[in-house]
């Protein structure tokens, strides 16, 4: 199965089933000499992982991260890092009714059609489960990203239709749908809990904000940084869309409104979202990614099964009504690990 590893220089490589024995990451490319404890990652891995409210999954997982190799008395050592997680709350009996049927919206058709083979239980490599080790290898990149001076900050814009209408950095982490308005929480953790009730589901808009990057990272043409950035967060299960500053407002823009204009204190605008030709400004980063709704509801829905069959399919399970709370740190993740890439390659080029 190709498709595993991420990166050039600095890389990660995720392995593991949602209801397999574990899920992990190999993470290679990693400074020397950095200080580094499961207790850092830690912190990434809790923010992920599933049972914090009633807008997430109930399943219980513990994602105690174990370093198996990498580190040698609290310090990387530039060896590969080797971190696993063990799987603890599995629950394989809820799919045994839908082992021959594919399920609306999840990769059971196009897994089949690629392997001959598919894993029924959860999606196995295709579960939101896999992004796990993602969050692992973001943290340790983000540790690196810490050195350089660099933040990467992503929340919940907007859920099931309804917006943030301000921006309280401080709020994100105190409310069940890491949202970045109060009061539009509330309004979005209610709408998550009805849609909940009736075993349905919705999307949302997450925005990524990344601060302290120096000019030039990026590798024109075909690696420029938000294309490497866009690659990263479609490779995400959930992600259905991407834009970069104004986005898609920009097709209503003109040139004289959307070009960033410059005097000697800077840029005087960053409708670009601090990328230009493919190469970062050193303004702030920033991005918006659609994330789908939750393709697991138990609402019936028409499918087929493996014979070709029509039939009526509820998917039972412990699933989240929306997945944007869940995938914020995700998609911080898959920022910090192109990041550290990009500087070690920018290190790599200036010799």
Same mark, same amino acid.
């Given at each position: ?17 949602? *209801? ?6 190999i ?7 950095? +200080? ?5 990652? #830690? ?8 049972? $914090? ?5 109930? %399943? ?19 060896? /590969?890092?080797?971190?696993i ?5 599995? +629950?394989?009996a809820?799919? =045994?009714?839908? #082992?021959?049927?594919?399920?609306p919206? *999840?990769? +059971? ?12 239980r959860? =999606? ?26 660099? $933040? ?5 814009? @907007? ?5 943030? %209408?301000?921006?309280?950095? #401080? ?22 809990? $009805? ?24 590798? /024109?043409?075909?690696?420029?940084? +938000?294309? @490497? ?9 959930a ?9 898609? =407002? ?12 410059? =005097? ?28 789908? /709704? ?16 029509? #039939?009526?399919?509820?998917?039972e399970?412990? *699933? ?5 709370? %869940? ?5 911080e ?19």
């Amino acid at each position: 199965m190709a498709g595993n590893t991420f990166g050039e220089i600095f890389k990660i490589t995720t392995f593991g089933e949602s *209801h397999g024995a574990a899920v992990g990451v190999i993470v290679d490319g990693v400074t020397p000499e950095v +200080d580094l404890s499961e207790e850092y990652i #830690q912190i990434q891995m809790n923010r992920r992982k599933p049972g $914090q409210s009633a807008v997430t999954s109930p %399943r219980k997982e513990y994602d105690i991260v174990h370093i198996l190799s990498g580190v040698f008395e609290g310090k990387t050592t530039g060896t /590969p890092l080797f971190v696993i997680l063990h799987n603890h709350d599995m +629950d394989p009996a809820a799919y =045994s009714s839908i #082992q021959h049927a594919f399920r609306p919206g *999840h990769a +059971d058709f196009t897994y089949l059609k690629k392997y001959g083979i598919r894993d029924h239980r959860g =999606s196995g490599r295709a579960s939101g489960r896999e992004t796990a080790g993602r969050v692992v290898g973001g943290a340790v990149a983000r540790k690196l990203l810490e050195r350089r001076g660099v $933040q990467v900050l992503a929340y919940t814009k @907007e859920i099931g239709g309804i917006a943030c %209408r301000l921006f309280e950095e #401080q709020a994100i982490e105190k409310n069940a749908v890491r949202a970045c308005d109060p009061t539009a929480a509330a309004e979005m953790t209610k709408k998550v809990e $009805q849609l909940a009730a009736v075993g349905d589901s919705c999307g949302g808009i997450v925005e990524c904000r990344i601060r302290g990057v120096i000019p030039g990272l990026g590798e /024109p043409v075909f690696d420029k940084l +938000d294309a @490497e950035l866009a690659k990263a967060m479609l490779s995400i299960g959930a992600v259905k869309g991407i834009e970069f500053g104004s986005g898609f =407002s920009a097709a209503s823009m003109l040139g004289s409104e959307h070009n960033d204009e410059m =005097s000697s204190a800077g840029f005087l605008s960053n409708h670009s979202g601090g990328i230009i030709g493919g190469i970062s400004t050193g303004q702030e980063i920033i991005f918006r990614v659609v994330v789908k /709704p939750t393709s697991s509801i138990s609402v019936p829905q028409k499918t087929i099964n493996v014979r070709g069959e029509e #039939q009526v399919i509820r998917t039972e399970g412990r *699933h989240d009504p929306c997945i944007c709370p %869940r995938i914020v740190p995700v998609i911080e993740a898959m920022a910090c690990l192109v990041l550290e890439d990009h500087y070690k390659r920018q290190t790599a080029m200036l010799g």
